[in-house]
T-cell receptor, first 116, second 112 residues
Framework: NAGVMQNPRHLVRRRGQEARLRCSPV?????VYWYRQLPEEGLKFMVYLQKENIIDESGMPKERFSAEFPKEGPSILRIQQVVRGDSAAYFC??????????????FGEGSWLTVV | GEDVEQSLFLSVREGDSSVINCTYTDSSSTYLYWYKQEPGAGLQLLTYIFSNMDMKQDQRLTVLLNKKDKHLSLRIADTQTGDSAIYFCAESSSSNTGKLIFGQGTTLQVKP
């Protein structure tokens, strides 16, 4: 009964490189969310995806960041040309439905990105 | 816009009760959550409460919700050193219950 799986758990990138973070939701969950936690801050919503669709990307930076959740395979958060300010923990979460009572969202263990 | 506020730090002695407070602004909040995060780790859901409830108890944890004042609290009875962590309050609306708005977190320090 696997929960939300994220990899890599820790990633180091040099400035200008690309970072790819992967998230496999709980089996049967078709809703995926990405959050970012900057050092000593709370989590901030980035993007909400369903299979093959971006539903809400109101928290995504306008440039360099993209997310996808293909029909097959994990959700990917991609950061191009990373800068030091991208250093953060990136959390993925999944849920079985997007709205309505009884919804519970499950968080992964996070991916810690360090840009050097 | 929506906002969730918490005090940043709380220190208690082992065996005492801890009360962590949270205020929120979104009147359409439907679910309110408490998460625990230990250093370098992910989020652990402690408990959540529907907005039509005013209290929920689960073993050592008691959640109180004052919807009129938009105030949420988490009481931990008989606090232990293992309870030392950062505690996040979060809220979501019924239109998208997976899109949570988090507070900045309260660091709980438990002294032996």
């Amino acid at each position: 009964n696997a929960g939300v799986m994220q990899n890599p758990r820790h990633l180091v990138r040099r400035r200008g490189q690309e970072a790819r973070l992967r998230c496999s939701p709980v089996k049967g969950h078709s809703h995926v969310y990405w959050y970012r936690q900057l050092p000593e801050e709370g989590l901030k919503f980035m993007v909400y995806l369903q299979k093959e669709n971006i539903i809400d990307e109101s928290g995504m930076p306008k440039e360099r960041f993209s997310a996808e959740f293909p029909k097959e395979g994990p959700s990917i958060l991609r950061i191009q040309q990373v800068v030091r300010g991208d250093s953060a923990a990136y959390f993925c979460a999944s849920s079985p439905m997007g709205q309505g009572p009884g919804n519970t969202i499950y968080f992964g263990e996070g991916s810690w990105l360090t840009v050097v | 816009g929506e906002d969730v506020e918490q005090s940043l730090f709380l220190s208690v002695r082992e065996g005492d009760s801890s009360v962590i407070n949270c205020t929120y602004t979104d009147s359409s909040s439907t679910y309110l959550y408490w998460y625990k995060q230990e250093p370098g780790a992910g989020l652990q859901l402690l408990t959540y409460i529907f907005s039509n409830m005013d209290m929920k108890q689960d073993q050592r944890l008691t959640v109180l919700l004052n919807k009129k004042d938009k105030h949420l609290s988490l009481r931990i009875a008989d606090t232990q050193t293992g309870d030392s962590a950062i505690y996040f309050c979060a809220e979501s609306s019924s239109s998208n219950t997976g899109k949570l708005i988090f507070g900045q977190g309260t660091t709980l320090q438990v002294k032996p």
